[in-house]
T-cell receptor, first 114, second 113 residues
Framework: GAGVSQSPSNKVTEKGKDVELRCDPISGHTALYWYRQRLGQGLEFLIYFQGNSAPDKSGLPSDRFSAERTGESVSTLTIQRTQQEDSAVYLC????????????FGSGTRLTVV | KQEVTQIPAALSVPEGENLVLNCSFTDSAIYNLQWFRQDPGKGLTSLLLIQSSQREQTSGRLNASLDKSSGRSTLYIAASQPGDSATYLCAAAVSGSARQLTFGSGTQLTVLP
C-alpha cells in the first residue's frame, strides 16, 4: 500500500482481556518497529523486526507483551491480561532498510483499558 | 543511554514569523536524526531526515541542521502559517543493528492568524 496501515484505529477493552493490534507496513520495507505513546509522554520503542532475523525485543515492558511478523509483511502486537497502564497509542513504523531512509509511521491504534 | 530534549515545550507565534525549534541529544553516536510533526489524534508525519554525515536538509519552508559534536539539531520554519500548528518531534536513530528512534517530548507550536 501507499502507507503504513494500522488496525483497529481505536480499541476499548476491559482490564484483564487480551488485545491484538495489527500493522501492515509499506510493501518492500524490511524493517518494522512498534512504539508506544502514553498520554502526555514521548514515544517509547517496543520491538524491531528486520527481515527474517530474530526480533529486537529490548523495549517490551513486560512478558504480557509479544509481537510477531510473518516474513516482511504484516505484524501483530499482542497484549495479554491488559492493565490500565497499557492505555496508550500504539504506533507502527516501517523503513526500507533499518532507518537508512527514515521511518514512515502509521496513524496508530488508540488503546483504552477500562 | 541516549536522551533527547526539546526546547521550548510550547511556542506561540503570530503568522508570518520565522521560528527555530531546538533539539539536543546526549550521545553523538547517532545514525541519523529525523524531524516529525504530529497533529492531534493523528500519527507522525516525517518532515526531514538528516544522515549523520550531513549538516542540514531543506524542504520548502523547512530547514533542519545537525551538529553532532555539540549534540544539537534545529528546525527552522520560515514564514510560519496557521497550518503549521502541530507538535514537532525530533528523534535520533541510535547506532547499532536496530537503529531504533529515541524521541524528544516535542514542541507544541501554535501559529496565530
Amino acid at each position: 500500500g501507499a502507507g503504513v496501515s494500522q488496525s483497529p484505529s481505536n480499541k476499548v477493552t476491559e482490564k484483564g482481556k487480551d488485545v491484538e493490534l495489527r500493522c501492515d507496513p509499506i510493501s518492500g520495507h524490511t524493517a518494522l518497529y512498534w512504539y508506544r505513546q502514553r498520554l502526555g509522554q514521548g514515544l517509547e520503542f517496543l520491538i524491531y523486526f528486520q527481515g527474517n532475523s530474530a526480533p529486537d525485543k529490548s523495549g517490551l515492558p513486560s512478558d504480557r507483551f509479544s509481537a510477531e511478523r510473518t516474513g516482511e509483511s504484516v505484524s501483530t502486537l499482542t497484549i495479554q491480561r491488559t492493565q490500565q497502564e497499557d492505555s496508550a497509542v500504539y504506533l507502527c513504523a516501517s523503513s526500507l532498510v533499518a532507518a537508512n531512509y527514515g521511518y514512515t509511521f502509521g496513524s496508530g491504534t488508540r488503546l483504552t483499558v477500562v | 543511554k541516549q536522551e533527547v530534549t526539546q526546547i521550548p515545550a510550547a511556542l506561540s507565534v503570530p503568522e508570518g514569523e520565522n521560528l527555530v525549534l531546538n533539539c539536543s541529544f546526549t550521545d553523538s553516536a547517532i545514525y541519523n536524526l529525523q524531524w516529525f510533526r504530529q497533529d492531534p489524534g493523528k500519527g507522525l508525519t516525517s518532515l526531514l531526515l538528516i544522515q549523520s554525515s550531513q549538516r542540514e536538509q531543506t524542504s520548502g519552508r523547512l530547514n533542519a541542521s545537525l551538529d553532532k559534536s555539540s549534540g544539537r539539531s534545529t528546525l527552522y520554519i520560515a514564514a510560519s502559517q496557521p497550518g503549521d500548528s502541530a507538535t514537532y518531534l525530533c528523534a535520533a536513530a541510535v547506532s547499532g543493528s536496530a537503529r531504533q528512534l529515541t524521541f524528544g517530548s516535542g514542541t507544541q507550536l501554535t501559529v496565530l492568524p
